[in-house]
């Protein structure tokens, strides 16, 4: 499927609140926010989940990795501690098959998830 709704988010079909983008990256607010910050990062080169990354070559999840380290940064700059969530698949409670990246953070989180 390539016409989730992170698809036409970047296609510009439908508004977000942008954090941060650039070449490789957007990075948006989550519309159903679970902590004070909750960041949701999508690579601009399309990738269903997280487990087609083994295939991908590795200088662009790096990129994509660098981008979200450089996004939390930018939402907890004095590195009081967040998590980075990438559901994959059903079982792991993927919603949207399109990859993104959760930035969470801004209270003490707790462990583990459900
Ligand atoms: P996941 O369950 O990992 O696939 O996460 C999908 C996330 O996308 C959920 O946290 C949703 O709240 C979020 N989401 C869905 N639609 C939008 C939207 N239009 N703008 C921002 N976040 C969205």
Redesign the pocket.
Known sequence: MSNT??D??LAGD?P??SVYEDDDILA???????APF?V?VIPKKRASRFSELSSRPVEETGRFFAAVSKVAALLDPNDNGYRV???NGSD???????L?A?ILGGRKLTWPPG
């Open positions: 709704i992170f036409k988010i439908i977000v609140d948006f607010s989550d519309i159903n926010p679970k909750h949701l969530v990438i559901n792991g409670g993927q919603e949207v098959e399109y993104h959760h």
